[in-house]
């Protein structure tokens, strides 16, 4: 029973204060995040924005799910099949990117991807995000896929 009570107190932490609950749009978080996936956010972004953080940010009239590959001062090069950050290889993609493109990331800009990195429209075609775009970041997954 105690276990029980705990793991809803821990569902309802998830609940309150700054989170936010959101449904993942789409397979571009793939294997991730699947389409129809809850998710809870943190919206208290005091902490930081760091590398890797899974966000929802606001683009348009739309939110999106993205991680976040690149932080201020990083350099990202996406050329045909390849992804570097900071002069390493992150990345390589069936998907032709086109023309070659370095982007130095300015104070205040992320460069956000998909996890799905062959299906997902991101920074490489949309360019960096601000950090005043970003709502939350995810602190935990609802659904189990």
Known sequence: M????????????????????YVIDGPSMMPTL?????VVVNTDLSS??????????AWEDREYCK???GIPGDTVEVNEH???LNGELIFTTEWDNGDSTTTVLEP????????????????????????????????RKLSLH
């Open 108 to 139: 205040g800009q992320l460069y956000v991807i998909g996890d799905n990195i062959n299906n997902s429209l991101d920074s490489r075609a949309l360019g960096p995000i601000d950090e005043s775009q970003v709502v939350g970041k995810i602190i």
């Open 48 to 57: 930081g924005i760091h590398r890797d953080d899974l966000i929802i940010y």
């Open 34 to 38: 699947h389409d129809g996936d809850r």
């Open 2 to 21: 105690k276990i029980l009570l705990f793991l809803f107190a821990l569902f309802l932490s998830g609940l309150s204060g700054d989170n936010k609950q």
């Open 67 to 69: 991680r976040v590959l």
């Open 82 to 84: 390849e992804i570097y």
